[in-house]
């Protein structure tokens, strides 16, 4: 079955200090797995998939198939980056994504 | 570009009536995917059109049915409703040749009373 795991409902640091939002998946297979994000009264809008290798506001993921995770971080928070982040994975060649619960980021200044 | 829009923005509704939630999928996409995201969760992929077909399903009943346009807008019917169907749709498109980003709509905010 597919599962996507975030265990945190809510993480709160100050600017300036390192983020880490974890994300761990379950899949047998070869996933794409992805981060969205949502910030206040905006809509669900993609910020990087693994697939591209790229940072995007600052944010990098790497994917860890032998720990099945991929962990969003941004080694210095922004006010700005306060938003609710959701992993999501899908099977290649398929777009149906199955997303976690969500973290929220809460970065004080 | 307006990107995706949906509508109505919000719906109440009893128990045991039926509902149609509209989407318009952003400019040049073809694919269009329908989401449940009750409070607190992640979205659940619902089903996807292709084609004015149902390409992928996932766990939901067969009360929930949709249907795609020409246009490739889309649209979503859930018949019989419950209380636990209250949520926010959220309807996401894209493009089949190329990308699998999604691109989401605002929601439809449903409640049942």
């Known amino acids: 079955a597919q599962r996507v795991t975030q265990p945190e409902k809510l993480l709160s640091v100050f600017k300036g200090a390192p983020v880490e939002l974890k994300c761990n998946y379950s899949y047998s297979g070869s996933p794409e797995l992805f981060w969205y994000v949502q910030y206040s009264r905006q809509r669900l809008q993609l910020l990087l998939r693994?697939?591209s290798r790229e940072s995007i506001k600052g944010f990098t993921a790497d994917l860890n198939k032998g720990e099945t995770s991929f962990h969003l971080k941004k080694p210095f928070a922004q006010e700005e980056d306060s938003a609710m982040y959701y992993c999501a994975l899908s099977r290649r060649g398929f777009q149906k994504l199955v997303f976690g619960t969500g973290t929220r980021l809460l970065v004080s200044p | 570009d307006a990107g995706v829009t949906q509508s109505p923005t919000h719906l109440i509704k009893t128990r045991g009536q039926q509902v149609t939630l509209r989407c318009s999928p952003k400019s040049g996409h073809d694919t269009v995917s329908w989401y449940q995201q009750a409070l607190g969760q992640g979205p659940q992929f619902i089903f996807q059109?292709?084609?004015?077909?149902?390409?992928q399903r996932g766990n939901f009943p067969d009360r929930f049915s949709g249907h795609q346009f020409p246009n490739y807008s889309s649209e979503l019917n859930v018949n019989a409703l419950l209380l636990g169907d209250s949520a926010l749709y959220l309807c996401a498109s894209s493009f089949s040749g190329t990308s699998y980003e999604q691109y989401f709509g605002p929601g439809t905010r449903l409640t049942v009373t």
């Open positions: 059109y292709y084609e004015e077909e149902e390409r």
């Open positions: 693994h697939i």
